[in-house]
């Protein structure tokens, strides 16, 4: 059960150089993606009308595909334009045909109804396009439900167990820093932390050339429906950062995007960047590979506590207090959910008719 | 759900030499094959009627098999012969014997009720046992049902995109060749293609000494219940081929054999015959390499093409007009399919019972 | 459907060396097993309450443990003592503990009623920790029901056919030898095979000097849930050794442990002892490898069975008259079990409550 009217994160641009036919699932739907001759990107139901074949296994032509089990060939609207050795071409073959949009390097797609896709919906997320950041885009799969992705990003507290060698760098930071706010958010959430006068966490100590005790900030603002914006940094211990004075501070900007692909795995999408020394490749590798090793604890963790989950699917999860903000964006997934399901309740007809006969934008 | 009162494909007969212990799992049923010391080819249950052990890990004496697991012993009618320590052997005990026919190398199996088997209904193909004609025989499994596997052989204009570049030759193959006949018959179709004055496609290519146009004729005669038999040729373009004059022509004669081992996957047994240099094995050779390449073209896109199909039940194919044989095949097998439910709707108790005390041939 | 209230032996003590935190499935319950500072061995639900995060990836302190996803601390009892940056814990949180009793090398569980857990069920088997006897425990894992495995050690006859060239010796021992005596008991069964005047088989072949024939017994003890204990031997043929006199005889005592892991899967837990060349490793080592050959014939045709089984629900065995042991043996599982699912009818409640908000012991 997935929310469907809204924009998931589909993928790195870079994802579709030269020529890339992507076939990627989505929410259960298998999706192929490509850039048209024209740079348009293009993502159509990976799955020819006629006999089930899998479009990505066919060919770029122009802006359109042909399947390359009989030749059928669709455009980028995921309308049928020929069929070889056929002269009519009923009306009504297609493919459907999702509303993408490509932007700061990331492709959105919209899996619900394309009539209400409404690209002033996506969240920018500037950095990845701006010269005084740098970062390097990646990507990990992940056997899990997306939702516990969300979790793991919703208490940084965790910073101090899972990550207490890579990215925390201390038990500490499980006793002595508290969400200094929480503010609960229509689509989301967003919390801060602030970690003062401490050693300076391995991933960091990494990259700078002293051991100086710094304060630290953490504020992850997460929306709906699983992505995650960090604004963070470090500043000389006692500096005053935490009243405003960013001042030999030295900061980052991490994004995430936890899209499904399943019910049980999930496209994890990131980027890590710095504005420091943007044109040192090094920094940059080597908070890539930091990053990378942080988010395989977790991945370790998550992807064990999902097959937990589901050997018992009675097994009730208890809360502690810092559940609040995890709490807030399942009750908000939920609600958005329920109010989906209920309004598609009257023109269901509609939905089911997508893979009977698609609906073939003009 | 099987045709069961037929006659399939189960094997060739050279896998059966040297005192082999072939398990294979026909329409889902576990089945033991082994050539007796007779001669005789035996097909039992793949399943002691004791404790459910593999009879295919136990030994062959004579025609008979021993079960190594507690020395059980059956003949070759599956009825129980001997039980170590134990005197009195319970008539019934037993496992079922398949009716099996050995012809023209291939070994034929009955999985329905042995009193209806008629050996008269088994379709000779004589060219495999003809010393004009030349070819190898050989096996692949697919991960697909077995009707996928007609489709696909159902409608040859798929050789202009599947296999465009090992046995279409060009995409021209689709739009320049319509059927010049389609027979709808009552346990299959007869499709003839004409393809008139092109370049020899690369499969041919290789074992003839020229690149002279030619002109193509395919005919594809399906039968219930996956039994396909091809005949075809190459002539000098021109001649008169499709009026009768074959002089000069190179024919080749193929047979596959599309016999369901489950649901889901496939036994796949092919030999591709030619019927000029028949005692060069450098021609038989590639012949065979060329015709794997193809079938692998045909199975990359199969199996991928199921798995889709499978990841959502609800989806509805489109036919194109090009599917008129395999809409015929798919409503004789639908058919015979209901008709022979229909009759073991009174007997079925019988039908219930092989699992419990299997009856045992005289 | 498993028996819950008795003792099932969970591993061998030499599993827990190096504060080893070992994660085993038990009856499709996942357990955290450690040696505390204490000595003292702790069990308990491998399975966070907070988040269901796998105890196994946390870490031991002292005779507690820390889930390292959030720091939530658990003592041995099961119940809560920490959660960091909380400081009123909710007095039901904690995960359950499981009685464990640590005998003879051996580790039990009890899956049950932690009130009903009665040490002195349990059965000894001195021989582990008697000087006079040595042997070398170890595992195999299973892919079949623990039921499958209990059959095979139900009937030796089986050792003519599986492990005529292992621990069998010869086909004779299917005919010869009979069930000298076959003991139904209240919770298992014991039986008694004397084969006379044989060749050694090439197990014991193997460690003693000479092949002179031998009179060998073997008895069979099998036990509620899946105890086996084995008494055998080998006498100078024809010295009198069914009479009493053991005079020039070599023993051997094994014992197997068969505990169900899942429906599916089961641990296999095995020492195979002697009593001659105790401090002689050679003869330890050969005996073992020779048993782990003979068990892997076992496994090979067991998990096969199973397989089998799997395929076809429908299918129904066929007793022969030595199944005598092993329907025993499946009766008074069944009886077991249908008591304890009938008392436990009443307060079926309290059961499910462990899932929900486990009860911790004081």
Chains 1, 2, 3 share one sequence.
């Not at 950095?127 to 990507?139: E, F, T």
């Not at 089911?352 to 073939?360: G, I, L």
């Amino acid at each position: 059960m997935f929310l469907k009217n809204c924009w998931y994160m589909a993928g790195w641009d870079y994802e579709l150089i030269d020529s890339k036919m992507l076939a990627r699932k989505l929410l259960n739907e298998p999706v192929l993606f490509y850039r048209g001759e024209s740079g348009k990107v293009v993502a159509l139901a990976d799955r020819c009308c006629h006999r089930g074949a899998a479009l990505s296994m066919g060919r770029r032509e122009g802006d359109d595909v042909r399947c390359m089990y009989h030749g059928l060939k669709f455009n980028a609207a995921g309308k049928c334009i020929e069929i070889p050795g056929q002269e009519m071409i009923p009306p009504k073959l297609g493919v459907h045909s999702y509303p993408v949009v490509e932007r700061d390097h990331l492709i959105w797609i919209w899996m619900g109804d394309p009539a209400l896709a409404d690209e002033s919906q996506i969240i920018d997320f500037p950095y990845l396009s701006d010269p005084a950041w740098r970062g390097m885009p990646d990507y990990i799969h992940y056997e899990s439900n997306y939702l516990l992705i969300v979790d793991n990003l919703s208490d940084f507290a965790h910073l101090a167990w899972v990550h207490t060698h890579t990215l925390g760098g201390s038990e500490e930071y499980a006793y002595k820093t508290k969400p200094a706010s929480v503010e609960r958010l229509e689509r989301g959430f967003r919390v801060t932390r602030w970690h003062m006068n401490s050693a300076p966490p391995p991933f960091h100590r990494k990259v700078i050339d002293n051991n100086n005790n710094v304060d630290r900030w953490n504020v992850g603002h997460m929306q709906v429906p699983g992505i995650f914006f960090l604004e963070s940094g470090f500043a000389p211990a006692g500096a005053g950062a935490e009243k405003g004075n960013k001042e030999g501070a030295k900061e980052y900007r991490n994004c995430q995007f936890i899209t499904p692909e399943t019910e049980s795995t999930t496209h994890f999408f990131f980027s890590y960047l710095h504005n420091f020394e943007v044109d040192n490749y090094n920094v940059t590798l080597s908070l890539h590979d930091s990053l990378i090793e942080g988010f395989m604890e977790d991945k370790h963790i998550i992807e064990r506590q999902q097959r937990i989950l589901d050997e018992d699917p009675d097994f009730k999860l208890l809360a502690i207090a810092a559940d609040g903000p995890l709490s807030h964006f399942r009750w908000t997934m939920d609600k958005l959910i329920a109010a989906e399901r209920q309004q598609q309740a009257v023109p269901q007809a509609q939905e089911v008719q997508r893979n009977k006969s698609p609906a073939v934008a003009a």
